[in-house]
């Protein structure tokens, strides 16, 4: 069974300061790799996904991950964060052959100082 | 109303009361999720429903009874529910489940629950 593996469980970090937020994932096959944010009293909400082709992603409010297959990684970065970056964010996985049922990390508090 | 909805916001049972959470989602979504988040863990996934029918049970207690009466609406029925039950329930829905994908999963705020 595939595992997700978040190395950081907070990271602390300067305001207009870059950030990587570290993910590692299991598996014996193929897999769809995701982060989702998840804002103080909200639910969770998608930033990028990487389903195929390029291994550099970009996402919303200025995140990008590379999925790096050889060593089963999908690293979160942001060159420069705000206050407003303040969240919890969540790693997250599925087989490409069942491409619907994701298993997560345990996340990865970033708290953003000024 | 927009996006996934979920109330309660907050509940507080004994371990002797029976409650209920809904979910309702206004995205005209096929599939609905109820996922566990605990403090410093994975979200779990508890059960799945697609086209009103369970497609998932994660091995979760019989304490926890979901219903899904169609595609808008999910329940989770709650009853004899142990401290270690206190967490953050999510509701999260997306376009289908079963088949293509992978589709983007829509979450709901949560209902915050303590079990006293």
């Known amino acids: 069974a595939q595992s997700v593996t978040q190395l950081d469980s907070q990271v602390p970090v300067f305001e207009e300061a870059p950030v990587e937020l570290r993910c590692n994932y299991s598996?014996?096959?193929?897999?769809?790799l995701f982060w989702y944010v998840q804002y103080p009293n909200q639910g969770l909400q998608l930033l990028l996904k990487y389903l195929s082709g390029s291994t550099l992603v970009k996402g919303i409010n200025g995140f990008e991950a590379e999925f790096n297959k050889s060593q089963t990684s999908f690293h979160l970065r942001k060159p420069s964060v705000h206050i407003s970056d303040t969240a919890e964010y969540f790693c997250?996985?599925?087989?490409?052959?069942?491409?619907?049922?994701?298993?997560f990390g345990a996340g990865t508090i970033l708290r953003v100082k000024s | 109303e927009t996006g996934v909805t979920q109330t309660p916001r907050h509940l507080v049972m004994g371990m002797t009361n029976k409650k209920s959470l809904k979910c309702e989602q206004h995205?005209?979504?096929?599939?609905m999720y109820w996922y566990k988040q605990s403090a410093k863990k994975p979200l779990e996934l508890m059960f799945v429903y697609n086209f009103k029918e369970q497609t998932e049970n994660n091995s979760v207690p019989s304490r926890f009874s979901p219903e899904c009466p169609n595609s808008s609406h999910l329940f989770l029925h709650l009853h004899t529910l142990q401290p270690e039950d206190s967490a953050l329930y999510l509701c999260a829905s997306s376009q289908g489940y079963l088949a293509g994908g992978p589709y983007e999963q829509y979450f709901g705020p949560g209902t915050r629950l303590t079990v006293t």
């Open positions: 995205l005209g979504h096929n599939a």
């Open positions: 997250a996985v599925s087989l490409m052959e069942y491409g619907n049922k994701l298993v």
């Open positions: 598996s014996s096959v193929s897999v769809y």
